[in-house]
């Protein structure tokens, strides 16, 4: 079956511009999580949804992110004002039920570069 | 401090050996602890979850979790040049899912 797909795979954007990243998780899934993972670290959690509920966005950096996924599936993070410091590989994984003990499937991300 | 600290590596062992993995954590609390695979460029998936003290064994691979001590471990035995990557530790904690930087694991023929 098909996996948890991002959409667009890479994003070049100038700074100041916003963007949108698109995640469409495993069908049926109730869990959806955003991460940020920068060159050799770890994916660092920015948000969690569970249906279509933010339960958790104190991951988010400033503001100037959001994250919506207004019908439970399909899931957008926006980020306003784009800068350089934002460059980085974004991540979206998706488990079937409630947390913690549900496995995570991760897409294969959009890599955001912000000239 | 980092809620999860792993070694940076690269860990070189040769191909059949044991592999040992190591991550310790900060928050008592922590109630689920996974261990993740990550080749270059690609994305993370699960090799393995541990809930309660112990040992869980799934195949060549060996998870042990020690929460008195926040040690988590993971063991690779019978080492291929396959398994040659980045391997992950995360812990679960009040709805996050904290990762460390992970650990480099060359497995040499």
């Known amino acids: 079956g098909a996996g948890v797909s991002q959409s667009p795979r890479y994003k070049v954007t100038k700074r100041g511009q916003d963007v949108a990243l698109r995640c469409d998780p495993i069908?049926?899934?109730?869990?959806l999580y955003w991460y940020r993972q920068a060159l050799g670290q770890g994916p660092e959690f920015l948000t969690y949804?569970?249906?279509?509920?933010?339960?958790?966005k104190s991951g988010l950096p400033n503001d100037r992110f959001s994250a919506e996924r207004p019908e439970g599936s399909i899931s957008t993070l926006t980020i306003q004002r784009t800068e350089q410091r934002d460059s980085a590989m974004y991540r979206c994984?998706?488990?079937?039920?409630?947390?913690?003990?549900?496995?995570?499937?991760f897409g294969p991300g959009t890599r955001l570069t912000v000239l | 401090q980092k809620e999860v600290e792993q070694n940076s590596g690269p860990l070189s062992v040769p191909e059949g050996a044991i592999a040992s993995l190591n991550c310790t954590y900060s928050?008592?609390?922590?109630?689920?602890f996974f261990w993740y695979r990550q080749y270059s460029g690609k994305s993370p998936e699960l090799i393995m979850s541990?809930?309660?003290?112990g040992d869980k064994e799934d195949g060549r691979f060996t998870a042990q979790l020690n929460k008195a001590s926040q040690y988590v471990s993971l063991l690779i035995r019978d080492s291929q040049p396959s398994d040659s990557a980045t391997y992950l530790c995360?812990?679960?904690?009040?709805?996050?899912?904290?990762f460390g930087s992970g650990t480099k694991l060359n497995v040499k023929p």
């Open positions: 949804f569970n249906y279509e509920a933010q339960q958790d």
């Open positions: 069908s049926g899934h109730v869990s």
């Open positions: 994984a998706s488990s079937p039920g409630q947390a913690p003990l549900d496995t995570q499937y």
């Open positions: 928050d008592r609390g922590s109630q689920s």
């Open positions: 541990i809930y309660s003290n």
């Open positions: 995360a812990v679960h904690n009040f709805n996050k899912f904290y």
